[in-house]
């Protein structure tokens, strides 16, 4: 019999194996092909040189503004995706906090271009509202204001870190039983103590969590500030493009070098993300 559970238990892992080698061929070749590249020069001999060349001050200057960016964003997406979700959760029609929820899911997953185009049609210089404030309350957004800026790409990126921050924060959420509340109302509490001595270190673990992921979600973003902003601003994933593509410069290996070292700080970012994840279950048991 035992055979016969181990013949089947193997036929089983059968229709998995597309799975497997889409991840193989779509995930680790390319993984292992970025950090071979990244250390070996155009003559195959193994090399830190690509690693060095990175400490030049445009390609630091790129790891810090990406740094910045993502940090700034995902700061601000987990504080205004946190009171949204509160906010959300309160409401009391089904079907209206049903449709919000969708509408943050759907707007999690959208960027790339086609975000960047439909903040250029609205905030651009001739965009829609910029046009409608001007014409109706005599607001001139330009040249003070410019979407093709930092401050543009912080708005944009706050189209889908916000809702992503609502969708990861909202179990965390329901995870606060009531009587928690209510013993700390009985005890003398305020509502504001409520929140700062329980429902706020039994939320941090999420928060923090939400903060690496929507840290890494900005940091990887290319489309959307590639299409916003072109070579304006030095960001990672952009000086990796221009590097890839020769426009001034074609240094491959430079950029294996500067994927590789991106693709460790978004490990951190997860990691880290998994284990808040796993120490804030505990309230929920």
């Not at 509502?191 to 940091?219: C, D, H, K």
């Amino acid at each position: 019999m035992r055979p016969v559970r181990r013949t089947r238990s193997a036929l089983l892992w059968i229709p998995l194996l597309p799975f497997f080698l889409f991840g193989l061929l779509m995930e680790v070749v390319p993984l292992a092909t970025v950090v071979y590249s990244s250390l070996h020069d155009s003559g195959a001999h193994l090399t830190l040189a690509n690693y060095q060349r990175t400490m030049s001050p445009v390609i630091r200057a790129s790891f810090a503004n990406s740094l910045k960016l993502s940090a700034v964003t995902a700061a601000l997406g987990v504080l205004l995706g946190t009171l949204s979700g509160y906010a959300l959760m309160n409401v009391r029609n089904a079907l209206f906090r049903g449709a919000a929820t969708a509408l943050a899911d759907v707007a999690t997953n959208f960027g790339g271009a086609p975000l960047a185009f439909a903040f250029i049609v609205t905030l651009g210089s001739t965009g829609f509202i910029t046009l409608l404030l001007l014409k109706l309350f005599g607001i001139a957004l330009y040249p003070t204001f410019r979407i093709y800026s930092v401050t543009g790409l912080v708005l944009a990126y706050l189209y889908f870190q916000l809702p992503l921050m609502i969708l990861l924060v909202q179990p965390s959420l329901r995870g606060l039983r009531q009587e928690w509340k209510e013993a700390a109302l009985n005890l003398g509490a305020s509502e504001g103590q409520y929140w700062l001595r329980v429902a706020l270190p039994i939320l941090t673990p999420s928060l923090v969590g939400g903060f690496l992921l929507l840290f890494a979600n900005s940091y990887g973003a290319y489309a959307t500030a590639w299409t916003l902003t072109g070579p304006d601003i030095n960001l990672v994933t952009i000086r990796i493009a221009a590097l890839v593509r020769g426009e001034v410069q074609l240094e491959p290996g430079i950029a294996d070098a500067m994927a590789t070292l991106s693709l460790l700080i978004m490990a951190v970012c997860v990691l880290g993300y998994l284990g808040t994840n796993r120490f804030s279950q505990r309230w929920k048991r």
